[in-house]
C-alpha cells in the first residue's frame, strides 16, 4: 500500500470518497481508513477535519439538505406565478440532481437517518415548504387545505422518483422527468377531496 502524504485540499477529497463508500458500502459498514485510503490520505488528516465517521457522515448530510433550503428559497422568487414558481423549485432541483447524482443518491438514502437530528426551523427544506403552501392558501391562490400534508405529499413526489432512479427504475437525466414532477405537484396543490366527490 503506498504512504500516504499529507495532501492538499484533503477535505473535499475526503468527503467524495465518504460519499461514494457511504454510497456502495453503508455508513456503518464503512471505516475511516477506507475513506481514507479512497481521499488519498492519511487517516489522520481525515481527523483533522472530522471527529469522526459519524460526524462527516452528518455534516455530509447537512451540506446538502442546507444547500437545498437556500436553492427552495431561490427558485421560489424565480417564478411570477404559482405554475412558474413550481417549475423552478422542481428544475432547481433537478438541476442539482444531474449536476451531482452521487451527492443527491446519498441525501435520498440516508435521510431517514439523519432528518431526525434536523431540529426544526425556518429555513429547513419541510418548514419552507410548508410556509410557501400556507402562504399560497392565505392569498388565494390554491385552495384551504393542510399545509402539512400538501408539503408532504409535494416533496414526496421529488423524493419518490428521486428514489426510484436510485434503484435503476428511471433512466437518464433526473431533469427529463421535471415537467411531469410538476405537473403533479400542481395538481396536489390545485385539487382537493371535495372535486373528486
Given at each position: 500500500m503506498p504512504t500516504q502524504t499529507r495532501t492538499r485540499n484533503a477535505k473535499p477529497k475526503i468527503e467524495r470518497a465518504a460519499i461514494e463508500l457511504f454510497i456502495s458500502e453503508g455508513i456503518d459498514a464503512a471505516t475511516t481508513?477506507?475513506?481514507?485510503e479512497r481521499?488519498?490520505?492519511s487517516e489522520g488528516a481525515l481527523y483533522r477535519h472530522y471527529k469522526g465517521k459519524e460526524e462527516l457522515a452528518e455534516a455530509l448530510f447537512m451540506q446538502l439538505h442546507d444547500r437545498l433550503s437556500r436553492l427552495l428559497i431561490e427558485a421560489a422568487l424565480a417564478g411570477n406565478d404559482l405554475k412558474s414558481?413550481?417549475?423552478?423549485?422542481?428544475?432547481?432541483?433537478?438541476?442539482?440532481?444531474?449536476?451531482d447524482w452521487a451527492y443527491c443518491c446519498y441525501h435520498l438514502l440516508f435521510l431517514n437517518r439523519f432528518i431526525k437530528n434536523d431540529v426544526r426551523r425556518e429555513d429547513d427544506p419541510v418548514s419552507l415548504t410548508e410556509a410557501m403552501i400556507a402562504d399560497l392558501m392565505?392569498?388565494?391562490?390554491?385552495?384551504?387545505?393542510?399545509?402539512?400534508?400538501?408539503?408532504?405529499?409535494?416533496?414526496?413526489?421529488i423524493t419518490q422518483a428521486g428514489q426510484n432512479k436510485l434503484y435503476n427504475r428511471l433512466k437518464g437525466p433526473f431533469s427529463q422527468y421535471k415537467d411531469d414532477m410538476a405537473a403533479a405537484i400542481m395538481a396536489i396543490l390545485?385539487?382537493?377531496l371535495s372535486d373528486f366527490d
Open positions: 481508513r477506507q475513506i481514507a481521499a488519498g490520505v414558481r413550481v417549475g423552478a423549485i422542481v428544475g432547481a432541483y433537478c438541476e442539482l440532481a444531474d449536476e392565505e392569498n388565494g391562490h390554491i385552495p384551504k387545505g393542510d399545509p402539512e400534508i400538501l408539503s408532504a405529499m409535494c416533496l414526496g413526489v390545485k385539487y382537493r
